[in-house]
């Protein structure tokens, strides 16, 4: 099928972008517009998602140029869901960041960078085109540069730096692929590479090229062992901020690995146990490195990477419910990952630290929202029946049944190491008495006026509801992740949406 | 910079600069040139002109802020992108007009996009120069 209208959350987040310039220095009008823009776009990614569902895969022609030429545009069930995703985190973090970004940000330019970055993902998801992909690449990594840099602390440049040292060299080497790929089957189209790379005859160029892509992808989304640049730059922007960083960039490194290694290079042998490999280091590691952290944000970050591994694995199982895991973990956690960072944000407000060893007494001093923060938490942990509980099962049967019993017993360390650390955690910032006093004019949560207090709890309570929903919709959910798992695995829809799409009724 | 000759020279220059600007920027359609290029050289004619006369003349014969040509391009180039989806085409499919106007040729809506990439790299390069010599 055929939609002109596909993009309309690019042009939207570009629309906000040119009216957010116009009033560059009127913070308040900046505010609304952000939040309102990104409520209509949350809006149309429910549209656009169910128009996917009934009608099957969309796609559009950039300059009615046709595939393979033109520039193209799809939509299938996993892109639709991703740009579903991104809205709510966007929405949630937008409303976050009006309370709490501090103004000087704001003014310079805060709002509409973050409208790029947005963008940008929207960009990625939507690409049916390798360089176009590569392009939004870009755009992400200048955005999120940027954004990170701003205001200009040193701790911030030094971790804006490495982040950008290492993502640029990830660009390098996935531009470097797309060349070898476009001498080797001369398209760029992803449709038509899936097509042509099966008939390339030198087939070590392939692997060389695929095992390219796998490095270049696999810096963006911090596997096992690239990721060393997410911990050191994660923790040192605002949390509005990083909770965009942590919710949805690494995992548009997943998408873009899922979306390369369904398509257009389906793992043989090698690439198989590569990616198991990757997985169960890439657990390990991860969940060790947050057994040892004492900042909160710090933690939180080797976390992230730990649950990286549960995608990768799904990927490198590649079976049915292995993939339905990996998809299911990935939707949960953009949720949940973002909802910790903003919590991350509002607990510094209220203390003034990130540091494990000086939080402490919240559950005495502000128990409801303690309560509202342990959704998450339990979440993330995955206890039954929270959403992380379900992909894991899957994700563990899997790997039984398969015989990777040595990836069964990372899943299971890896799980077991992350409840330890969230319990850690929760003891610790919540039930802990409170080893010192806050230094005066540090709690500035208590001192923000009402409104700006409820502009910082009512993103995390909706994106907890929302975890709640994933959690008690499950099967629904895995209703979804079973059809993307179906697309992904016979992509010759896929194929025919892009090369072929009038033919369908 | 206090030269005379620098300040004669620019006051000629300005205007020709300009002029070659929008050269570069229609004939860039099927020839070498463009809206980048273009917006380069528009941003030369001005600096040439702060060189010669100092940052508070140029400001005043901009009138505006550099920074408002930014919004400004990009609303033009989205508003050619996006026109074609009002008449059922793909984003940013060229509309071109049936009749050729005298002297410009044929317009399309791919000049208007050239125009705002104009406006855009001005701006851009304008705002960057404009704070690096207040700050110097």
């Known amino acids: 099928m055929t939609d002109h209208y596909l993009i309309s959350p690019i042009l939207t987040h570009l629309f906000s972008v040119i009216l957010l310039l116009f009033c560059w220095k009127k913070v308040r009008l900046q505010k609304v517009i952000s939040i309102s823009s990104n409520a209509v776009i949350m809006m149309i990614a429910v549209f656009l998602w169910m128009k996917v569902w009934n009608q099957g895969i969309l796609s559009m022609q950039g300059g009615d140029w046709q595939a393979p030429y033109g520039i193209t545009f799809v939509a299938d069930t996993f892109s639709a869901t991703m740009i579903l995703l991104t809205a709510v985190a966007g929405f949630a973090v937008a409303t976050f960041s009006a309370a709490g970004i501090s103004k000087q940000r704001i003014q310079h330019g805060y709002f509409p960078i973050m409208h790029l970055l947005l963008m940008g993902l929207n960009g990625a998801f939507f690409a049916g085109d390798i360089f176009n992909l590569y392009v939004w690449f870009e755009v992400i990594i200048i955005a999120s540069f940027v954004l990170m840099t701003l205001g200009g602390k040193k701790p911030q440049m030094e971790g804006a730096i490495n982040y950008v040292t290492m993502n640029l060299l990830a660009s390098v080497i996935f531009l470097t692929a797309i060349a070898l790929l476009y001498g080797l089957t001369g398209t760029l189209n992803m449709a038509d590479l899936s097509l042509k790379v099966a008939l390339v005859q030198n087939r070590s160029m392939v692997n060389v090229t695929a095992l390219l892509f796998f490095v270049g992808f696999g810096i963006k989304s911090a596997v096992f062992p690239l990721y060393f640049w997410l911990p050191s730059s994660y923790n040192t922007p605002p949390s509005a901020i990083a909770a965009l960083f942590g919710g949805l960039l690494t995992k548009v490194g997943i998408y873009a690995l899922i979306r390369m290694f369904t398509l257009i290079f389906p793992p043989d042998e090698f690439l198989h146990y590569l990616f198991l490999f990757v997985a169960i280091a890439t657990l390990l590691t991860g969940a060790a490195g947050a057994l040892i952290k004492r900042d909160f944000r710090k933690m939180l970050s080797y976390l992230i990477i730990c649950h990286i591994g549960y995608m990768v694995a799904g990927l490198g199982l590649f079976t049915k419910s292995g993939m339905n895991g990996a998809l299911f973990y990935l939707f949960q956690d953009i949720v949940v990952k973002t909802n910790l960072f903003l919590i991350a944000g509002v607990i510094f407000k209220m203390m003034g630290t990130m540091n494990m060893d000086r939080l402490g007494g919240l559950a005495k001093s502000h128990p409801r929202l303690s309560a509202l923060m342990a959704i998450a938490f339990f979440t993330l942990i995955g206890i039954p029946p929270m959403s992380g509980f379900w992909p894991k099962i899957s994700l563990i049967r899997e790997s039984f049944t398969t015989d990777s019993y040595l990836l069964l017993a990372a899943l299971i360390i890896a799980s077991f190491l992350t409840m330890y650390v969230m319990m850690k955690m929760w003891t610790d910032i919540f039930w802990k008495a409170q080893t010192q006093e806050i230094p005066q004019g540090k709690n500035s949560f208590d001192e923000l006026r009402p409104h700006h207090r409820q502009l910082l709890i009512i993103p995390i309570a909706f994106l907890c509801l929302l975890s709640l929903a994933l959690a008690f919709g499950a099967e629904q959910v895995a209703q979804v992740s079973n059809r993307i798992t179906t697309e992904l695995m016979e992509p010759q829809g896929y194929i025919d949406a892009i090369l072929k799409p009038n033919s369908k009724p | 910079m206090n030269s005379i000759i620098l300040r004669t020279a620019s006051a000629y220059l300005l205007p020709?600069?300009?002029?070659?600007?929008?050269?570069?920027?229609?004939?860039?359609?099927?020839?070498?040139?463009?809206?980048?290029?273009?917006?380069?050289?528009?941003?030369?004619?001005?600096?040439?002109?702060?060189?010669?006369?100092?940052?508070?003349?140029?400001?005043?014969?901009?009138?505006?802020?550099?920074?408002?040509?930014?919004?400004?391009?990009?609303?033009?180039?989205?508003?050619?992108?996006?026109?074609?989806?009002?008449?059922?085409?793909?984003?940013?499919?060229?509309?071109?007009?049936?009749?050729?106007?005298?002297?410009?040729?044929?317009?399309?809506?791919?000049?208007?996009?050239?125009?705002g990439v104009y406006l855009v790299v001005l701006g851009v390069t304008l705002t960057i120069l404009f704070t690096i010599v207040e700050n110097t």
Do not use: C
């Open chain 2, 16 to 115: 020709l600069l300009l002029l070659f600007s929008i050269f570069i920027l229609l004939r860039g359609h099927y020839e070498p040139g463009g809206g980048f290029v273009g917006g380069l050289t528009a941003a030369i004619a001005f600096v040439l002109h702060l060189i010669a006369n100092g940052l508070q003349k140029t400001r005043s014969l901009l009138r505006y802020h550099p920074g408002v040509f930014i919004p400004t391009g990009l609303l033009l180039s989205f508003a050619s992108g996006v026109a074609p989806m009002f008449v059922g085409r793909p984003f940013m499919t060229g509309l071109w007009l049936s009749e050729p106007i005298p002297v410009l040729g044929t317009i399309g809506s791919s000049l208007f996009f050239d125009v």
